[in-house]
């Protein structure tokens, strides 16, 4: 399985998912869940399919449990933030743990992927 490959799967999966949600708020003219939708979107396609290009450039990473266990965290963060965000912009307070857990979650595969990506840039400086 390679980080890329996921990532590029998810992603489309992602942007697929926002789209819909885009559609249902502007047919039914209840933007309420626009943040949600926002975030679904930038955190789901934007920045997932960054992460694949990154790891697509750099084939010693595809494999490595670190690039896998980085998408992976970053595809359940993706979801449990945009429910727990959909939940609270649309007046369910019930959803702020998720918001905040999902928050979490992506701020550690993120500082995951910039430790992969410092180690990957100066082993490369090195070279
Ligand atoms: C079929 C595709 C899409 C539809 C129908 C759609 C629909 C919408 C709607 C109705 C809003 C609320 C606008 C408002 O109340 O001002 C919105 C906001 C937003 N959407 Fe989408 N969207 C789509 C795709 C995307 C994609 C692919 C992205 C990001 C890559 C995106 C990012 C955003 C952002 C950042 C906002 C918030 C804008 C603001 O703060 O004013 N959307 N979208």
Known sequence: MKA???????AIL??????????????S????????HAHLNLLGWVS???FGLYYRLHPSLEHSK???IQVGLWIVGTIVQAVGVGLV??????GE????????IVLASML???????GSERAGVRA
């Open 48 to 50: 997932l399919f960054l």
């Open 97 to 104: 743990p998720f918001a905040a857990g999902g928050s979490f």
């Open 14 to 27: 992602f942007v697929i998912a926002g789209m819909i949600w885009g559609f249902i708020m502007a047919i």
């Open 66 to 68: 670190g690039a896998l």
């Open 29 to 36: 003219e209840d933007h309420s869940a626009m943040a949600a």
């Open 4 to 10: 890329s490959s996921v990532s590029f799967q998810a």
């Open 89 to 94: 912009t649309t007046g369910d307070n019930s």
């Open 112 to 118: 995951l992927f910039g430790w992969l990506v410092f």
